[in-house]
């Protein structure tokens, strides 16, 4: 069982900033895709951003130029920055673990097998 383990802020205020972590094995961190993902209530789960361990990236469309994934490599953590947040931004947050995809990373929730417990992000106004 491969284990995910988030952690960071899960509230804040709009206008703030959050930061999610993600901490993989090494043999995973180092060979899979890592990914974020959102689900609002009565929704289907969606992409926010992939991250290949070369370090290429894709956003989902629909994702906010204030969203950043980013990785360290000597921690196995990725990183989802949330800056200039809005209440609709408010949803469960998933890290995720995926091989890749025709030789890419990209932010599709079908293609990722592991997952995170996920972290209720609520912004208020």
């Known amino acids: 069982q491969v284990q995910l383990v988030e952690s960071g802020g899960g509230s804040g205020q709009a206008g703030g900033s959050l930061r999610r972590s993600c901490a993989a094995p090494g043999y995973i961190y180092s060979s899979y895709c890592m990914g974020w993902f959102r689900q609002d209530p009565g929704k289907e789960r969606e992409g926010v951003a992939a991250?290949?361990?070369?370090?290429?990236?894709d956003y989902a469309d629909s994702v906010p130029g204030r969203f950043t994934i980013s990785q360290d490599n000597a921690k196995n953590t990725v990183y989802l920055e949330m800056k200039s947040l809005k209440p609709e931004d408010t949803a469960m947050y998933y890290c995720?673990?995926?091989?890749?995809?025709?030789?890419?990373?990209?932010?599709?929730?079908?293609?990722?097998?592991?997952w995170g417990q996920g972290t209720q992000v609520t912004v208020s106004s």
């Open positions: 995720a673990a995926g091989r890749r995809s025709g030789g890419y990373c990209y932010a599709i929730p079908w293609t990722f097998t592991f």
């Open positions: 991250i290949d361990p070369d370090g290429s990236i």
